[in-house]
């Protein structure tokens, strides 16, 4: 069992920035930020591997930067520019198979959620 906990989230203005965590209770060979707005789908962000490997989705290049700590286990994602449309819930996600990838059922273990808000 993974236990994932976010922390950081907030209000910010557009244009702002902030900066979330999620603390894991053991390193995680793969762990991911996802977002979901309510009514719609959970939806992939970034993800970082042991290794340093990081993807991220279209939306979000240029201003997002996903990282982790040297114990890999403690995962960031500092967000800049923020545009209201990044206003969600974001969850902290983590799989341990040596696959990693914004596949939200591919998941194993979850956070609670932190809630970002970018207003105009």
């Known amino acids: 069992q993974v236990q994932l906990v976010e922390s950081g989230g907030g209000s910010v203005q557009d244009g702002g920035s902030l900066r979330i965590s999620c603390t894991a209770s053991?390193?995680?060979?793969?762990m991911a930020w996802f977002r979901q707005v309510p009514g719609t789908e959970r939806k992939g962000v970034a993800y970082?591997?042991?290794?340093?490997?990081?993807n991220y989705v279209d939306s979000v290049k240029g201003r997002f930067t996903i990282s982790r700590d040297n114990a890999k286990t403690t995962l960031y994602l500092q967000m800049n520019s923020l545009k209201p449309e990044d206003t969600a819930m974001y969850y902290c996600?983590?799989?341990?198979?040596?696959?990693?990838?914004?596949?939200?059922?591919?998941?194993?273990?979850w956070g609670q959620g932190t809630q970002v808000t970018v207003s105009s």
């Open positions: 996600a983590a799989r341990t198979d040596s696959v990693c990838s914004l596949n939200t059922n591919s998941f194993s273990y």
């Open positions: 053991k390193a995680i060979y793969c």
């Open positions: 970082i591997t042991t290794g340093g490997s990081t």
